[in-house]
């Protein structure tokens, strides 16, 4: 199992900043352009417990893979988690929590993952799949700061 813990901080308040991370829609906002993420299923006006929400990612070596993600765990302006439940992990589990700090808001993600193919899921997470995560909050974090001001904590 592998842990990617990542915090920001921004100069927003919590409504404007829940308000933008409870839309599912969002992401493609604050996605890497290079992983082509395309969002396949109809979105409701108000994420909801138990909402499925299938996604199509462009991944490296593996090509167009679809994901299908659970909302769940709601706690109305502060947290939820999405949970992979069809995807290219063995295991995704990435909990979204805001919190009023110190006149800014934090915004933490953190994420549960467990790469398939056993030995072989190891090293291709070494080589790539780390790196890539990264790759992936860091232009999050990026794109959040340029929506709503601050900065990278972690």
């Not at 070596?61 to 063995?90: C, N």
């Not at 549960?112 to 974090?141: D, N, Q």
């Amino acid at each position: 199992m592998y842990n990617l813990i990542r915090e920001q901080a921004l100069p927003a308040d919590k409504a404007t900043l829940w308000a933008f991370i409870s839309r599912p829609e969002n992401l493609n906002k604050i996605t890497p352009d290079n992983l082509g993420f395309q969002i396949e299923t109809s979105l409701p006006a108000e994420m909801y417990n138990g909402l499925l929400i299938e996604y199509r990612v462009k991944l490296p070596i593996l090509g167009w893979q679809r994901w299908v993600t659970e909302i769940k765990h709601i706690r109305d302006g502060i947290s939820f988690v999405d949970e992979m439940r069809f995807g290219p992990y063995a295991f995704w589990y990435h909990y979204h929590e805001i919190e009023e700090r110190g006149g800014q808001v934090v915004m933490h993600d953190r994420v549960s993952y467990k790469m398939p193919f056993g030995f072989l899921g190891r090293i291709v997470h070494a080589i790539l799949v780390r790196g890539m995560l990264e790759e992936i909050f860091s232009f999050r974090e990026k794109e959040m700061e340029q929506l709503f001001g601050g900065k990278s904590t972690t």
